[in-house]
């Protein structure tokens, strides 16, 4: 394989020396950009990164053996990082989306059998073939937007092979793509209808069959719960993720979308790595979130498509709550691949700089699923995981909102979108 030498970026986005510890406050628009900066890869790995009349000087007599990509004018960053996703599903909900604009709410339509139930039905019926193509579909479009490594939940099967079927289509997934998958168990999503009347033997069932299965399996590195009123307790969310700390699975919960319920709280109780959603987190569970380290992942996308006011972005930076941004790609609340939208959403609805927005899209991302010792930022020894934007800066990408701006995209070394 032949070193890939990236030249003379107009902006070389690194986010360099955050991989110990989450951007906060004030540091979430320190991105360390380099003007005319180069990029040096061997066997996939990122050798160095500067001006490049630094690195023409030190790789001199062995650029005739590189691939070069003349990258003037464009704005180079990591490749981006979805840390919330529903990925693997199948089929799709537009007419409950009329219903909504009628005037139904999403937890009607989920209590009316609909919602997630309706993807729980489609995705159990589907052949692992036929989810493993759609979600690929996806996973493609991903890339093409930018996208080297998303997180991908589960939580659409609500039985036990229903849930190894859809995280065994993740992982194969991440095997065979080009983008990297990082799985985590959600068979805390919903109580499907068959335990509708017994909802602690379904919970028995997640924490003494799933958990284990799942963990011994190596299905996945996460275990979540949809904590909401109507769907999980805090009580229940609380047995469901120390059942998953036992067998090695790391906390994430989908805490206080819809109404405060003490989910940012007992994510900081746990010690998740991410509460996700946190539209109506309250101050002190904010603050214990900031004191233990727990990143807030928000979902702008969501908040849009429901028709609802997004998450205080303002009021978790001040408060010291590192931030990471994601799709929450999935048929009900947020069906988009599209994380550069996201991140214009983060910067219109949220008020978050365009800074702050690439910053919770790459290293942030990267720490709310353990992997900012790999990804997120551009440094030597890290994955050569880049996007390259036909931007003339960073801002662009965002500014300029709705468009795909990615022009290539390199992953592990390899040009996979060009
Ligand atoms: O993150 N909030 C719960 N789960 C998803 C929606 C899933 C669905 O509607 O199918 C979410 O928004
Ligand atoms: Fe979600």
């Known amino acids: 394989m032949r070193p890939l030498f990236i030249r003379r970026a107009r902006q070389l986005v690194t986010l360099a020396g955050s991989s110990a510890a989450p951007l906060v406050r004030e540091k979430m628009n320190d991105l360390q950009i380099i003007e005319n900066g180069s990029v040096w890869i ?128 993740a992982k194969r997934l991440h095997d065979t793509h080009p983008v990297d998958v990082v799985s985590t168990f959600l068979g805390a999503h ?101 004191e233990r380290g727990v990143i807030g992942v928000l979902l702008p996308g969501t908040a849009f498509f429901l028709m609802t006011q997004a998450a205080d972005a303002r009021r978790l930076i001040d408060n010291g709550v590192p931030v990471a941004l994601a799709t929450d790609c999935n048929p009900g609340s947020s069906p988009t691949v599209s994380l550069p939208l996201v991140m214009s959403l983060a910067c219109l609805h949220m008020r978050m700089t365009p800074a702050e927005a690439l910053a919770a899209a790459t290293i942030n991302a990267a720490h709310a699923i353990g992997r900012s010792h790999v990804i997120g930022s551009l440094e030597p020894g890290k994955k050569a995981d880049l996007a390259i934007f036909n931007a003339a800066n960073y801002m662009q990408i965002m500014y300029y909102y709705g468009v795909n701006h990615t022009e290539m995209v390199i992953k592990d070394g390899k040009i996979v979108v060009n």
Not at 153 to 163: N, P, V
């Open 190 to 290: 919903a109580v499907p209808p068959e335990w509708k009347d017994d909802r602690d033997g379904y919970i028995r069932l997640i924490m003494e069959v799933m958990i284990p299965e799942v963990s011994r399996r190596g299905l996945a590195e996460f275990n979540d719960v949809f904590c909401e009123r109507g769907v999980f307790t805090p009580d229940e969310a609380r047995r469901i993720l120390e059942a998953g700390k036992a067998h090695g699975l790391t906390p994430k919960i989908h805490a206080d979308e819809i109404e405060p319920y003490g989910g940012a709280e007992l994510a900081a109780e746990v010690g998740a790595i991410s509460a996700d959603h946190l539209l109506r987190a309250s101050d002190e569970g904010l603050r214990r979130m900031a």
């Open 42 to 169: 061997e066997r996939g790995v990122i050798i160095a990164v500067g001006p490049d009349d630094e690195l023409a000087h030190r790789f001199a007599d062995r650029i005739g053996e590189a691939d070069v990509i003349d990258a003037r004018g464009k704005t180079v960053t990591p490749g981006l990082i979805d840390p919330h996703t529903h990925l693997v599903y199948a089929g799709s909900r537009e007419h409950e989306w009329t219903m909504r604009l009628r005037g139904a709410t999403y937890m009607e339509i989920m209590n009316a059998g609909g919602g997630i139930h309706a993807t729980t039905k489609a995705t159990r019926e589907a052949s692992e073939e036929m989810l493993y193509e759609e979600s690929k579909r996806r996973l493609d479009l991903f890339l093409l937007h930018g996208v080297t490594t998303v997180e991908a939940k589960s939580g659409y099967g609500l039985s036990f092979e229903g849930e190894i079927k859809q995280l065994e289509v």
